[in-house]
């Protein structure tokens, strides 16, 4: 079993959706990270949270430490929002452990 | 500021030849990260450094050197390129461990 588990693994939407990946982790944790890899390649941080609720934009991202759950939503998705989108867990001392990513695809 | 800058973009090697996949970073970021990409599978640590002078190891250091001689370079050799080594590169850089920038890394094609 992964340490750190996406789902979905791809996930298509029309433009103005509410879109939720989720993420799964068996390990303790220091951080989680949210990460953003466009279609170029360059990946792209998004949040670092280690408890409760961050917001950027049209973007949320929630983490329940108790559960070992993050969540990350868009609202009112948009096509430029089409990447694969990356969990990882870890920070500072503790190297990062990553999923292997959420591919969304957002249709006008 | 440029933030983290990787070179090349593209490479062919072919088996057993070497390169060096430059990385650079103008944040003063004291650790410097180096990553593979593989299709459907989580980035990987390759090699970290904490600071200058200092590196160790990741999860797949294997068939790879690195060396860390200034805080804004973290250059990544490969000495005897095999077709394992075909990948996506990306190096990142953080403060402390916390909030990592990566480049737009480097595709590499051992044949």
């Known amino acids: 079993k992964n340490e750190v588990e996406q789902s979905p693994q791809n996930l298509t939407a029309q433009e103005g959706e509410f879109i939720t990946i989720n993420c799964s982790y068996s390990v303790g944790i220091s951080a989680l990270h949210w990460l953003q890899q466009h279609p170029g390649g360059g990946i792209v941080s998004l949040f670092m949270?280690?408890?409760g609720k961050k917001k950027h934009g049209r973007l949320i991202a929630t983490i329940n430490i108790q559960e070992k759950h993050s969540s990350l939503h868009i609202t009112a998705s948009h096509p430029r929002d089409s990447a694969v989108y990356i969990c990882a867990v870890g920070g500072g001392t503790d190297k990062l452990i990553f999923g292997t990513g959420t591919r969304l695809q957002v249709f006008p | 500021n440029a933030g983290v800058t990787q070179t090349p973009k593209f490479r062919i090697l072919k088996i057993g030849q070497s390169m060096t996949l430059q990385c650079a970073q103008d944040m003063n970021h004291n650790y410097m990260y180096w990553y593979r990409q593989d299709p459907g599978m989580g980035l990987k640590l390759i090699y970290y450094?904490?600071?200058?002078?200092?590196?160790d190891k990741g999860e797949v250091p294997n068939g790879y050197n690195v060396s860390r001689s200034t805080t804004e370079d973290f250059p990544l050799r490969l000495e005897l390129a095999a077709p394992s080594q075909t990948s996506v590169y990306f190096c990142?850089?953080?403060?402390?461990?916390?909030?990592?920038?990566f480049g737009n890394g480097t595709r590499l094609t051992v044949t």
């Open positions: 990142a850089s953080s403060k402390s461990g916390w909030s990592l920038h």
């Open positions: 450094s904490v600071g200058a002078g200092i590196t």
């Open positions: 949270l280690s408890s």
